[in-house]
């Protein structure tokens, strides 16, 4: 296996990276040191993150917008210098197209109750349709079922093919002239797939459709350009980007974020309130009420110059390295079916699998027994454990920290778990 791994190309320097993040020196039963292969659910997050959470909680602690006073200042330019960050990270064409919410859910909720309460010619009702795929997240599923609910609207969306791609056979027919919206994945966060986006798009402008991508499993991974993949709304999260938890982004077309009315009513967001009416601030702070996650933002604006100084197409080589490599060797395992493309071609590095009949959930315990930690279960994505026929599976998924050495720990612990169970 040595040689193997010798001879992959494109590796970080993973023993440098490794010492930005404390976890991952991390023992747990009876000294087993952590393989830690779940960073698609949330990554684990680098010295450099932690520090800046502490700084602004330690010497800059305050409200943002409001104050007049020094702390109250530093804490508004620490969060606006975030969204700063934030945007020259996804090349967006203004700062104000940025906007911050607690996760990637509460982003793609956002526009799908701004869209069911637009006007012309956004409005979705009974008239007009909305288009997502069989691959989604549950929180790229269940906004658009939940506004179908309530406007009548009719929900269509794209199958998946046996080897785990977007069945775009019949695209005319599901992106039609009555479609308002066309919502999916960049990359699935069950099978790794890297979805087709200039084709999808391309029908979506066709029709006059607005297109949203949820980039959760993108923007962590690879160069993510918002002028170059040309949707109009983007969401993704920061806590699988090596920032921590609470913070999300919705990036927007600014006209857009003009033309279309708040989700959430509060402070901030406001430009002058009555009794009787109230007036909308500007976007971003329109879609922004209330205190917002501040240190949050901070922390993701560490995240932002983290994965920066990487860089993300380093990041992208290592990671096609690493998942090149763990395609070839989980294939070897006897029994391991992979679910969805069972090649390194085309996918993020996510992998889920199913091993014989043995339950994911039991492959996931004696895994962890072994100090190397999985994913088990449907993933917030059940259509496509429907669509396989399979109640759930295993989910090995890697990052900037991830070695091949970790890989080879999978596989032998593998095989453990299938001498367990005999």
């Known amino acids: 296996m040595t040689d193997a791994r010798q001879g992959l190309s494109g590796l970080l320097d993973t023993e440098a990276i490794r010492k930005d993040f404390p976890i991952l020196d991390r023992t747990v039963h009876d000294g087993k040191k952590i393989v830690y292969l779940d960073s698609a659910a949330t990554s684990q997050k680098p010295r450099q993150v932690l520090d800046a959470l502490n700084e602004y909680y330690e010497r800059h602690n305050a409200n943002v917008h409001r104050g007049v006073y020094t702390i109250a200042e530093e804490a508004t330019a620490l969060y606006e210098g975030a969204r700063d960050k934030v945007a020259a990270f996804i090349n967006a064409p203004s700062r104000n197209e940025v906007i911050f919410t607690k996760n990637a859910s509460e982003s793609l909720n956002l526009v799908a109750n701004m869209l069911?309460?637009?006007?012309?010619?956004?409005?979705?009702?009974?008239?007009?349709?909305?288009?997502?795929?069989?691959?989604?997240?549950?929180?790229?599923?269940?906004?658009?079922?939940?506004?179908?609910?309530?406007?009548?609207?009719?929900?269509?969306?794209?199958?998946?093919?046996?080897?785990?791609?977007?069945?775009?056979?019949?695209?005319?027919?599901?992106?039609?002239?009555?479609?308002k919206i066309v919502s999916f994945t960049l990359v699935s966060n069950i099978m790794g797939t890297i979805n087709p986006v200039e084709k999808i798009i391309r029908r979506a402008q066709q029709v006059g459709a607005l297109v949203c991508i949820d980039?959760?499993?993108?923007?962590?991974?690879?160069v993510l350009d918002v002028q170059a993949l040309q949707a109009d709304f983007v969401a993704f999260t920061g806590h699988k980007m090596v920032g921590p938890t609470g913070i999300g982004v919705l990036w927007g077309r600014q006209e857009l974020l003009e033309d279309l009315p708040p989700f959430l009513g509060g402070g901030e967001m406001i430009e002058t309130v009555s009794m009787h009416s109230s007036t909308y601030a500007p976007a971003p702070h329109k879609f922004e009420a209330g205190t917002p996650p501040i240190a949050q933002a901070v922390g993701l604006g560490a995240a932002v110059d983290y994965l920066s100084a990487i860089g993300m197409e380093n990041i992208h080589r290592h990671e096609q390295a690493i998942t090149e490599y763990a395609v070839k060797r989980l294939l070897e395992v006897p029994d391991l079916r992979i679910i969805g493309p069972a090649t390194a071609e085309d996918r993020g590095a996510t992998i889920s699998f199913t091993l014989g009949d043995i339950h994911p959930h039991d492959v996931g315990q004696v895994l962890d027994e072994l100090g190397i930690a999985v994913r088990v279960g449907h993933h917030c994505a059940r259509p496509v454990c429907l669509r396989y026929g399979i109640p759930a599976t295993t989910r090995a998924s890697f990052y900037l920290y991830s070695t091949p050495a970790e890989v080879d720990a999978l596989v032998d612990g593998l095989e453990h778990v299938r001498n367990f169970f005999g």
């Open 116 to 179: 069911g309460w637009a006007d012309e010619p956004y409005r979705v009702d009974s008239d007009t349709e909305i288009v997502t795929t069989e691959m989604e997240h549950h929180s790229n599923i269940v906004p658009w079922q939940l506004l179908s609910q309530r406007t009548g609207a009719k929900l269509k969306w794209f199958g998946i093919t046996d080897d785990g791609r977007l069945d775009l056979s019949d695209i005319d027919e599901i992106i039609t002239e009555k479609t």
């Open 215 to 222: 980039a959760s499993q993108a923007a962590p991974h690879m």
